[in-house]
């Protein structure tokens, strides 16, 4: 129940004062009692993503990681592995894309990172067919040669938010007002990193991709390896204040509903590519969603799906378009490959 989460959160400001907006989010999202992510993750109702709005996006990626298997010299074991997989829509549509592909299913091994007990069971369901294994984290997928897919997981990092005062800055910090809601404020001076790229008085960043990155950079060194991230985020500066709530495909207040809302926040692509490079990774993108998916032959696959499915063809087409069209899903989402040094540049980039 969302009212014993915000009771609990209440509760520990009275106890230790305003808490950071990184752990109001992760209690939000990830408690795992009344957590979001825990106990209700509403998708096609709170949120659609890309691989609910059309089988071409999943297959698309699914050929992707054949050729990269092929791009790495096809090892004969390959970690597929997804962060994130929510419902194992895009993860279903992969596989059976990539089944066309000889070798390539025999070769995988699929490795789901995911978080929350209710998806883990819904991926298992969704992919009865397969051979699955779920993991805590990228760091506990077993060695070795590896593609790696997250699509809209970045977004769910806790972030914390940075508030500009006088020539300073202050973290902004969630406490109680008089009448005991929650509400935002100010905290004492703190330094923000500095590979930032403010623009306004507002500034936020999510400390969890350092450590994702540095985990995919170890295994890059170790075996070849791809990643392909797929997000929201300016690709010019760092985001200021993007804190959102989504619940039942509105936008709500993100203090007003602990635990039964969505927490989302846009992505830094200009730090994930500093991060990357720090790290010793090539970085391709971040591109435009809408590029990288007609590149990869997103209008071709919805003709001829459209072209066998004559009742349904308006309804693929729209799909797609949504996906690749610059008003919608087109240019708000970005595509980031990453690589080892040396590697080709991947298809779609
Ligand atoms: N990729 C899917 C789902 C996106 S929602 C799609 O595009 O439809 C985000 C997913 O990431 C959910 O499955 C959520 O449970 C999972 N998740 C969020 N934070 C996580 C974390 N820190 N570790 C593992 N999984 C996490």
């Not at 509403?42 to 999943?58: L, Y």
């Not at 007002?177 to 403010?198: H, N, Q």
Request: charged fraction near 25%.
């Amino acid at each position: 129940m969302s009212d014993g989460l915000r009771a609990r959160i209440v509760e520990a400001i009275r106890a230790n004062g305003p808490m950071p907006v990184s752990l109001y989010m992760l209690m939000c999202l990830h408690d795992p009692r009344d957590g979001y992510y825990a106990t209700r993750p509403g998708f096609n109702r709170d949120f659609t993503t890309a691989p609910e709005t059309s089988q071409v996006f999943g297959e698309l990626l699914g050929l992707w990681a054949a050729h990269e298997w092929i791009a790495m010299g096809k090892p004969a074991k390959l970690q597929l592995i997804e962060l994130g997989p929510g419902r194992a829509t895009m993860m279903a549509d992969m596989l059976r894309a990539a089944s066309s592909v000889p070798g390539f299913i025999d070769a995988i091994e699929i490795a789901l990172v995911e978080a929350s007990p209710a998806l883990r069971e819904t991926q298992a369901d969704r992919l009865a067919a397969w051979n699955i294994r779920h993991y805590d984290d990228l760091d506990a997928v077993p060695p070795g040669p590896s593609v790696i897919f997250a699509n809209e997981f970045l977004d769910c990092f806790a972030i914390r938010q940075f508030v500009r005062d006088g020539n300073g800055w202050r973290e902004r910090q969630i406490g109680l007002d008089r009448s005991g809601k929650l509400s935002f404020g100010a905290g004492p001076p703190a330094d923000i990193p500095p590979d930032l790229i403010p623009v306004g008085d507002h500034v936020e960043y999510a400390p969890a991709l350092e450590t994702l990155v540095s985990s995919i950079a170890k295994r890059f060194r170790q075996h070849p390896g791809r990643a392909l991230l797929i997000d929201y985020g300016p690709d010019d500066r760092s985001p200021d204040d993007t804190l959102r709530a989504y619940m039942a495909g509105k936008q709500v207040d993100p203090l007003a509903h602990p635990g039964a809302a969505d927490l989302t926040a846009d992505v830094d692509f200009p730090r994930l590519r500093r991060v990357c490079e720090r790290e010793g990774i090539t970085v391709f993108g971040p591109t435009q969603q809408r590029y990288v998916f007609t590149r990869l032959g997103a209008n071709e696959r919805a003709a001829s799906l459209a072209q066998a499915n004559p009742v349904r063809a308006d309804e693929i087409q729209q799909a797609v378009h949504k996906l690749v069209s610059p008003d919608q899903m087109g240019a708000r989402f970005k595509c980031v490959a990453l690589t080892p040094h040396g590697a080709p540049a991947p298809p779609g980039f």
